[in-house]
């Protein structure tokens, strides 16, 4: 499991809003360039899907996403069909501001999928991109602008 944390001098419901905005996710993360609510849904509900576009040099990809947690201010989490992967923000209240934590779970991935992660130094590429989304999102939320 990897989890990064960042403070931010935000109220967790404006970091929250930022989190959750499926769209918006290409402006934070460095791999995700594209996503889009999908099946009808539009917007973070448990059980809502979603389809993210990703990249990294040159290779090109799309995951199905499922949401598993959409608490308001507080938590945002969904699970990647196939990998099992689970992603995860969860946001505390500090004195003034926020803790933004972003957490990757591989605990119900495969097996292989783990072993090609590691193999490909996809890991590291990874736990990079989480404190570079963070940091984004940090920037966003304390700018005001979304």
Known sequence: M????IDIDAPPDRVYDLVADIPAM?????????AEWRR???GPAEGARFRGWNKRGPLRWFT???VEEADPGRAFAFRVA???ARWSYRLEAT????RL??????SNSPALGRFVNRLMGQDEGLRKGMQETLERIKAAAESGSS
């Open 26 to 34: 290409g402006r934070w993360s460095p791999e995700t360039y594209r």
């Open 64 to 66: 199905d996403c499922t």
């Open 2 to 5: 990897d989890e990064f944390s």
């Open 82 to 84: 196939g990998t099992g």
């Open 40 to 42: 009808g849904a539009s």
């Open 95 to 98: 004195n003034g501001g926020t």
């Open 101 to 106: 934590t972003e957490t990757r779970d591989l």
